[in-house]
């Protein structure tokens, strides 16, 4: 099992960039890959960005291709999403997510973390 806590959000103008940080708790953080997911007001939680075990495979949603970055320190048990050219849609609470299996879906959970992007 494995506990994640999100950090980094906070409130920028557009344009502005950010970096979310996820630290994890518990052995083996190399054992999970991790994802980034986010959920606006009155929306349902939408996939972000996805980072294999040891980094190798990475995938985007289109809504941020080429704007943010996933990346993940396993010597530190951390994962991180650079977000640059920040947009107002960016606008929700951004979640850190591990998953043992790439088979399987995301099966552990942080609290969360608020990114509100100012026009």
């Known amino acids: 099992q494995v506990q994640l806590v999100e950090s980094g959000g906070g409130l920028v103008q557009a344009g502005d960039s950010l970096r979310l940080s996820c630290a994890a708790s518990?052995?083996?953080?190399?054992?999970?890959?991790m994802g980034w997911f986010r959920q606006a007001p009155g929306k349902e939680r939408e996939f972000v960005a996805r980072?294999?075990?040891?980094?190798?495979?990475?995938n985007y949603a289109d809504s941020v291709k080429g704007r943010f970055t996933i990346s993940r320190g396993n010597a530190k048990n951390t994962v991180y999403l650079q977000m640059n050219s920040l947009k107002p849609e960016d606008t929700a609470v951004y979640y850190c997510?591990?998953?043992?299996?790439?088979?399987?879906?995301?099966?552990?959970w942080g609290q969360g973390t608020q990114v509100t992007v100012s026009s």
């Open positions: 518990g052995r083996s953080f190399s054992s999970y890959a």
């Open positions: 997510a591990a998953t043992p299996s790439t088979s399987s879906g995301f099966a552990y």
């Open positions: 980072i294999s075990r040891f980094g190798g495979d990475i």
